[in-house]
């Protein structure tokens, strides 16, 4: 009988891509020992991205609490207590070895019924600032896992373990010449990816279109713009994508430069790829204390979203595509943030619990 594993998380790619990676490391090793179930959202990525790996999934009502004065605050304490109530019954049902979340509001209900039925559950903070879903999961925990080490002083020592942030093995396979066939590029351009995160970002979309004329007079650009997001531009060295699936790996192998948001989940991918960094963090959030802790180790160049224009980053894309010399010391600063080791670390926590 296979030993089952409750996975969750949702609403935005950050939580779900850590859990992902770790249960492939565990089918990978342990295919028959381990079975598992994600509980995500109807309406997040989470659905699509978890699909792809034959994963049981069960959607769940989800609620979010605000830190401000909103009228969906008293909509969504009903959600919240139905998908606490729908994890009860789901958990008893099945009767998991371990729960396991990387964050997200969907994930607290679950959380907060394993521990009402004594089963074990596992959190994993990737950001360096404890989100609330975590705050909120963190008394309730058996363990706490942190994806950088500044992030140890944030939670009860008795629980909290660095492990670093786990990762798909498959973006280490990445092949310029797939690139180059796929995405039909130049061999002899620079090329720039921009990611905009799982659901997209209307800033960048319109801040890298309206740089479009300056940018492909010296490089290519491969844009991933979020779902349903048709930005009209046109350029033979401009190629617009909602997102990419097995061809990202080939993206980022390709990539001279990438220009991105600070979601956790994308920057250590840069991370363990050594891909030389622009990050335009989303105002007052907390991408901005990660793209902080990047700049602050000379891992990358941020960039501020306030006051930043096509030109400014057209100038700036300019200047490192111009001195390698530059892009060289970002590439092997930003290696020195994640351990490549992570995803086995995080993994084999997991796999413990399971032999309980």
């Known amino acids: 009988m296979k030993m089952k594993v409750i996975l969750t998380g949702g609403g935005t790619g ?92 969907v994930s607290a209900p679950v959380v907060w019924a394993a521990w009402l039925l004594r089963r074990p559950s596992l959190i994993h903070q990737q950001d360096v600032a404890p989100g609330l879903a975590n705050k909120l999961m963190a008394p309730f925990a058996g363990i706490i896992t942190v994806a950088l080490d500044k992030s140890l002083n944030d939670f009860p020592p008795q629980k909290v373990k660095y492990v670093g942030n786990p990762y ?27 990611i905009g995160g799982g659901t997209g970002s209307e800033f960048m979309n319109h801040l890298i279109v309206e740089a479009l004329p300056e940018l492909t007079t010296f490089v290519q650009v491969i844009h991933l713009s979020g779902e349903n997001k048709s930005l009209g531009a046109k350029s033979d060295r401009y190629q617009q994508y909602s997102f990419l699936q097995e061809e990202l790996k080939d993206a980022y192998a390709t990539a001279d430069l990438v220009i991105t948001r600070a979601g956790m989940g994308v920057l250590t991918e840069l991370s363990i790829l050594g891909k030389p960094s622009i990050i335009i963090p989303i105002p007052d959030s907390h991408q901005e204390v990660n793209a902080d802790y990047f700049a602050k180790r000379g891992a990358a160049i941020v960039l501020p979203q306030n006051n930043l224009t096509p030109r400014i980053l057209a100038e700036k894309i300019k200047d ?32 413990s619990y399971c032999k309980k």
């Open 168 to 194: 798909r093995q498959e973006i280490l396979n990445g092949s310029k010449e797939r690139a180059f066939q796929f995405f039909g590029l130049e061999k002899d351009w620079p090329v720039i990816l921009v």
């Open 14 to 105: 950050g939580s779900v891509t850590p859990l992902i990676a770790v249960a492939q490391n565990l089918e990978s090793r342990y295919q028959n020992e381990i079975e598992f179930l994600w509980l995500g959202t109807n309406n997040g990525p989470e659905k699509k991205l978890v699909s792809r790996y034959n994963t049981k999934f069960i959607a769940i009502p989800a609620g979010k609490w605000r830190r401000y004065f909103s009228w969906r605050n008293c909509l969504d304490i009903f959600k919240i207590i139905a998908g606490f109530i729908c994890s009860f019954f789901i958990i008893i049902f099945y009767q998991p070895k371990v729960i396991a979340s990387a964050g997200s509001f």
């Open 320 to 351: 490192l595509i111009a001195h390698k010399d530059k892009l060289s010391l970002y590439q092997e600063k930003i290696k020195t943030i994640m351990p490549i080791d992570a995803t086995q670390r995080l993994a084999d926590i997991i796999y």
